[in-house]
């Protein structure tokens, strides 16, 4: 079956730190730039960091600069999204996407229509609270 699977969501302190993964199943991410994305209730859902499938290029949604880093090992068919100094309004589902070829980062985070990526993760719960 050919899927993407998020995992590393959970329950953290404000200031704590996550650890996301994106593993792809069925399938090698080489030629897939990556995104991930996040829904809070009652809001849309909105990227939050994105990853180029072939020069490494990375983008960051402002709220998330400096805190987020996105990283990708095609040979382990999987990228990950390490989240510090989290924030109580880092509270949401976060998902992963992939979008064959060479989707600029910034598109595929911010413009692309989103039903057009080839393949969704089932999301992860991230709760910021104390």
């Known amino acids: 079956q050919l899927q993407l699977v998020e995992s590393g969501g959970g329950l953290v302190q404000p200031g704590g730190s996550l650890r996301l993964s994106c593993a792809a199943s069925?399938?090698?991410?080489?030629?897939?730039?990556i995104g991930w994305f996040r829904q809070a209730p009652g809001k849309e859902r909105e990227g939050v960091s994105c990853?180029?499938?072939?020069?490494?290029?990375?983008y960051y949604a402002d709220s998330v600069k400096g805190r987020f880093t996105i990283s990708r090992d095609d040979a382990e068919k999987t990228v990950y999204l390490q989240m510090n100094n989290l924030k109580p309004e880092d509270t949401a589902v976060y998902y992963c996407?992939?979008?064959?070829?060479?989707?600029?980062?910034?598109?595929?985070?911010?413009?692309?229509?989103?039903?057009?990526?080839?393949?969704w993760g089932q999301g992860t719960q991230v709760t910021v609270s104390s």
């Open positions: 996407a992939a979008d064959w070829g060479l989707t600029p980062v910034r598109s595929m985070c911010m413009g692309a229509p989103q039903d057009e990526f080839e393949y």
């Open positions: 069925g399938f090698t991410l080489e030629h897939y730039a």
């Open positions: 990853i180029s499938s072939n020069d490494g290029s990375t």
